[in-house]
């Protein structure tokens, strides 16, 4: 049973629809394409809400985070702040990173905050081998190898073996790859469509 707390917490995200649309939020990723060149992880402090490093560098979180600011008008910097605020020990700063506090400009880039807070508010989906299983503006997240996090955007377009493409930004700037099962998969979430 979900607590009003998190329907609350989710609200942003869900909107109310019964099923998942979401390529609004697929095209918001996609913008992304040839602008976000630079793969670039360096802490800056980011103003605060809507803080953003420059549009030409950035990292896989950095493409979901505008992505939801540009079809969604939604904050994830705020939202995660918000929730880490008072809920701090769901997330795993202290443990993984030793923090003591919440940094409202740089919990939000970290693939496991948006981990928990997707899955605090409700929006996990099982993890599968199916395609079927994913669709358009659905967030899968990764383990590289050596406990190294990743997070991307499901696309409505398919490599020619009918595996959905991931918008994401693993590098090289933001791209649209076939790689939905080239890593171990460790989060599949679903934002409903507004």
């Given at each position: 049973m979900?607590?009003?707390?998190?329907?609350?917490?989710?609200a942003p995200l869900l909107a109310g629809a019964a099923a998942a649309d979401n390529l609004d939020l697929v095209r918001a990723a996609r913008l992304q394409v040839g602008v976000t060149?630079?793969?670039?992880?360096?802490?800056r402090v980011?103003?605060?809400?809507?803080?953003?490093?420059?549009?030409?560098r950035g990292v896989c979180t950095d493409v979901v985070i505008r992505a939801f600011r540009t079809a969604r008008s939604t904050d994830l910097q705020k939202l995660v702040h918000e929730d880490m605020r008072a809920h701090f020990g769901a997330y795993p700063?202290?443990?993984?990173?030793?923090?003591?506090?919440?940094d409202t400009s740089?919990?939000?880039r970290r693939v496991p905050n948006l981990m928990v807070y997707f899955s605090?508010?409700?929006l996990g989906q099982p993890v599968s081998r199916d395609v079927a299983a994913y669709l358009p503006g659905d967030l899968v997240t990764w383990d590289l190898g050596g406990g190294v996090p990743h997070i991307g955007f499901v696309s409505e377009r398919r490599a020619v073996t009918g595996t959905p493409l991931i918008i994401h930004n693993i590098g090289a700037g933001a791209r649209e790859?076939?790689?939905?099962?080239?890593?171990?998969?460790?989060?599949?979430?679903?934002?409903?469509a507004p």
């Open positions: 979900k607590s009003a707390f998190l329907a609350v917490l989710a060149t630079i793969y670039d992880g360096a802490y980011l103003e605060y809400p809507g803080g953003d490093v420059p549009p030409e700063s202290k443990r993984r990173w030793g923090l003591t506090r919440p740089i919990d939000h605090r508010a409700g790859e076939d790689i939905l099962f080239r890593f171990a998969i460790t989060g599949h979430y679903r934002p409903l």
